[in-house]
C-alpha cells in the first residue's frame, strides 16, 4: 500500500511540475495555454492550405499571387488576442500607445519593439518559446480550415461581426476580443491594429517559396504586416491580404499577436 501510495504522489507531482513549473504556463485545456500574465493561448493543429489569391479574384495584389499550397508540419500556439497594452507593460515598463486602454491592443510598437519584448517576456517565463508568427503561419491560422476570403466565407457585408475596420470604425483601437471569434476561437485577426510577423516582405516570394513551412526570404528592407487595422477597407482585411512596413518603423494602427512554439 504505501508503494502505490507513494507512486501515486510521485506521480501527481510531476503533473504538477509539468503544468506550472518551469515553464511557468498553466493548462487550462488542452487546447489552450494562459502565461504569468495572463495572455491566452489557442492550439492550431498541423495542416494543409491554400496561401494567396486566385488569379481571377479582382481584388488581389499581385503579391497574392501565385496561390499555392503550403503545409505547415508542426502544431503551435497562438495568441487568441492581439497583444494588450497592460501586457506590454507588464514586460516593458511603458505605454507607448496613443489609444491608451490597458485592454485595447498596444500600438505604435516598430518590429524590433516586439523583439525586444519577445526577448524579455522569454526571459522572464524562462524559455525561449515566444516569437512572431511567420506569414505562412498566420494566414493559415486567420483562414480556420476556409478556402473563402474571409475565415466565415466571401461576403464582406459580414465583416463587422468580427472586426474592427474602416467602414464600421470609430476612428480608434478597441478593446480586444469584443467582436466575434473566427472558428479557431481567435479574435480581432481581421482589423483593430494591424500585426507584425516574422517574414521580410518580397513582392514575388510565393514564386519561389517552399511548400513546407516557409519564413519568407533570407533578408529585406521591409517586414510583412498582416490583417488590417481600424482605418482599413474590408478588402485590406481579408485572409490574404498582405502589406509591409519598415522593421523600426511605427504607427497607430500597427501591433502584434505571438506564437509560443510547442
Request: glycine share 10%; with cysteine; aromatic share 14%.
Amino acid at each position: 500500500m504505501n508503494i502505490f501510495r507513494n507512486s501515486f504522489l510521485l506521480f501527481c507531482c510531476m503533473v504538477s511540475t509539468a503544468a506550472f513549473g518551469a515553464t511557468g504556463f498553466t493548462l487550462a485545456a488542452e487546447k489552450t495555454r494562459t502565461n504569468s500574465i495572463g495572455m491566452e493561448f489557442i492550439l492550431i493543429p498541423s495542416g494543409s492550405f491554400t496561401m494567396g489569391s486566385d488569379e481571377n479574384f479582382a481584388k488581389a495584389s499581385d503579391d497574392e499571387k501565385p496561390q499555392h499550397r503550403v503545409s505547415i508540419s508542426k502544431p503551435f500556439y497562438l495568441g487568441k488576442y492581439e497583444v494588450t497594452q497592460a501586457q506590454w507593460e507588464a514586460v516593458m515598463g511603458n505605454n507607448p500607445s496613443n489609444f491608451k486602454g490597458g485592454n485595447n491592443p498596444v500600438e505604435q510598437v516598430s518590429w524590433d519593439d516586439a523583439q525586444e519584448f519577445i526577448r524579455r517576456l522569454n526571459r522572464q517565463e524562462g524559455h525561449s518559446r515566444y516569437r512572431l508568427p511567420t506569414e505562412a503561419e498566420w494566414e493559415y491560422a486567420a483562414r480556420a480550415g476556409s478556402a473563402g476570403v474571409y475565415s466565415f466565407g466571401d461576403d464582406a457585408a459580414q465583416l463587422e461581426t468580427y472586426a474592427w475596420y474602416g467602414e464600421r470604425n470609430s476612428g480608434a483601437t478597441h478593446p480586444v476580443g469584443r467582436k466575434q471569434p473566427d472558428a479557431r476561437g481567435l479574435h480581432d485577426m481581421y482589423g483593430n491594429v494591424w500585426e507584425w510577423v516574422q517574414d521580410w516582405f518580397a513582392e514575388e516570394y510565393y514564386s519561389y517559396s517552399p511548400s513546407v513551412d516557409p519564413a519568407g526570404p533570407a533578408s529585406g528592407s521591409q517586414r510583412v504586416i498582416r490583417g488590417g487595422g481600424w482605418n482599413n477597407s474590408a478588402s485590406n482585411c481579408r485572409s490574404a491580404y498582405r502589406y509591409y512596413y519598415p522593421p523600426d518603423g511605427s504607427a497607430i494602427l500597427l501591433g502584434f499577436r505571438l506564437v509560443l512554439s510547442l
